[in-house]
């Protein structure tokens, strides 16, 4: 079986040691994959260091070709990388699923690529002249999770390479392989220490961003890793962007057409399995369509063809791994010790692979752990209200902010409602909707920083202030 590899100064590593990585629908072995080493950690910041000033240095435009020829590397090899992420994180080729994330991964290369930072004159008499400039920070870390492997880690690459820094990026240890492939032939285009690898489990990571070396930390991840984080680099002036756990509301206003917004719904529940930051975890809806509502989704789920993703019609893959399964069973488990109505699925699947039906339980109440907790699965606990300010309230009462919905048929009432919820993004009639040109962040215990358009850029630049006497 085959050993892959990491990537330094453009050189492929062959590592000491190595883990093996697991096919999460058929449990079978797909590689080996590289534990990097202290001292690769360091090697990979020092590459990433010596290319940066060559690579800020570029113009503008020659960054953009560049960046324009990785667009063209992950289109030319989409189906050949799609087929490591179903292999890899399990989600299907077909549907809302690993080739639509191929997709994304070459939209949001060519967007930062048409994008730019002109230089802004913020004050201007005629005294003075105070021009305020967009920087590289320097050496990028960034830090993946499994849920979107490639595709969140071409959302920290891109935008720090084109403003000119140079980036170390540590994929997650459950998808690991898929990503280090594509950096392999993103690295064909680049320059030499642009873009290095390391990989391995947490404490790899942990010696990535505490490297002195390293300006800025994108990191998206779980909550715990994201305050170890910030104290890891509190002392060095470490930049952050902290992209979190989420426990996204949706309210379902009682004028909606439950047919009409039944698709939106479900994908926007269940896309990747729930296994997706931005997904609606918690749905609250009007009493009034409450019954409907449960009935629509539950006919969804059951309709949904799920199983290994690489074969033909499948929309629905396994849960990624271990842990997250068990999260998934136990707080499913709780809910029925808690009396809720499990209305279709709740029960694990036989056989092999971590594969568990789409869930959808009613009759389920604030407070209660199904409710209250990022359960990151295929689970929708359906919570009903009769008013909607105990719906916003509902909605607001946890310490997770990422994103939110609100569905109705009247936008100017749904817009009413958005405002008043506290969430990095409210989405209206969608939920999960996230674009290249649109920056996306959260709020409250979701993390700080925003992604995505020229906000993006910027969070990846530090400013500088030049200030003409022309006296
Ligand atoms: P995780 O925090 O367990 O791991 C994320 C990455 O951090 C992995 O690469 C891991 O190896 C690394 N890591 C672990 N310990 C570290 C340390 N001490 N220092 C540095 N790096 C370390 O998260 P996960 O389970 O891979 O991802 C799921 C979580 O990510 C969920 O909570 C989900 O909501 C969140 N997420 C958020 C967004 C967003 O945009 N806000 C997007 C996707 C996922």
């Known amino acids: 079986m085959k050993t892959y590899h990491t990537i330094i100064g453009g050189k492929l590593i062959t590592p000491k040691n190595t883990f093996e990585v697991k096919n999460p ?38 960054r953009k070709k560049y960046i324009m020829k990785v667009a063209d590397v992950l289109s030319n090899n989409s189906e050949a990388l799609a087929r490591w992420i179903t292999k890899e994180q399990g989600k299907p080729l077909a549907g809302p699923g690993s080739m639509f994330e191929m997709e994304a991964c070459v939209g949001w290369t060519q967007v930062p690529a048409s994008l730019d930072l002109p230089v802004e004159v913020v004050f201007e008499d005629d005294a003075r002249r105070d021009e305020l400039h967009r920087k590289p920070i320097g050496v990028v870390a960034a830090i993946a999770p499994w849920n979107w492997p490639l595709m969140i880690a071409i959302w920290q690459i891109i935008p720090a390479i ?13 998808t690991t392989i898929g990503t280090l492939e594509m950096v392999r032939l993103i690295n064909e285009v680049l320059p030499v220490g642009v873009l290095n690898t390391v990989s391995g489990p947490g404490e790899i990571g942990a010696e990535l961003v505490a490297n002195k ?9 779980s909550n715990s890793t994201g305050e170890k984080i910030i104290e890891a680099t509190a002392c060095n002036m470490t930049r952050l962007t902290l992209e979190l ?17 039944a698709e939106g719904l479900f994908w926007g529940s269940f896309l990747n399995m729930g296994q997706t930051c931005a997904c609606a975890k918690r749905l609250y809806v009007h009493e009034d369509k ?3 509502v449960v009935n629509v989704l539950s006919d969804l789920a059951q309709k949904m063809p ?10 629905l893959g396994p849960i990624q791994n271990k842990m997250q399964y068990d999260k998934v069973v136990d707080l499913v488990e709780d809910a029925k010790a808690n009396n809720a109505r499990i209305v279709c699925g709740g029960n694990a699947k036989e056989g092999k692979g971590f594969f568990y039906p789409i869930t959808i339980i009613a009759d389920v109440k604030d407070g209660t752990r199904i409710v209250d907790e990022e359960q990151f699965g295929p689970v929708l606990p359906i919570i009903k209200y009769s008013n909607i300010e105990d719906a916003i309230k509902s909605a607001n009462r946890l310490e997770a902010g990422l994103g939110a919905s609100v569905w109705s048929s009247n936008i100017d009432e749904a817009k009413k409602v958005a405002a008043r919820v506290e969430a990095g993004t409210v989405w209206i009639n969608q939920h999960g909707a996230v ?16 992604e995505f358009g020229v906000d993006g850029l910027k969070s ?12």
């Open 25 to 62: 629908a058929t449990d079978e072995l797909i590689g080996h994959a590289p534990i990097s080493t202290k001292t690769e950690v360091e090697q990979a910041v020092n590459a990433a260091k010596e290319a940066q000033p060559g690579w800020a240095a570029l113009e503008d435009d020659v």
């Open 162 to 174: 084109r403003v000119g820094n140079t980036v170390v990026l540590k994929p997650s240890e459950y």
């Open 213 to 221: 070396n390293v300006g800025k930390v994108m990191f998206t991840g």
């Open 245 to 261: 756990g989420g426990n996204d509301a949706a309210i379902v206003m009682e004028d909606v057409n439950v047919k009409a917004i």
């Open 290 to 292: 409450y019954e409907e």
């Open 306 to 315: 799920m199983g290994n993703g690489l074969d033909e019609g499948v929309v």
């Open 435 to 450: 674009h290249p040109m649109v920056p996306f962040g959260g709020i409250k215990g979701s993390g700080y920083g925003v």
């Open 460 to 471: 990846v630049t530090q400013p500088q202030v030049i200030s003409i006497n022309k006296a």
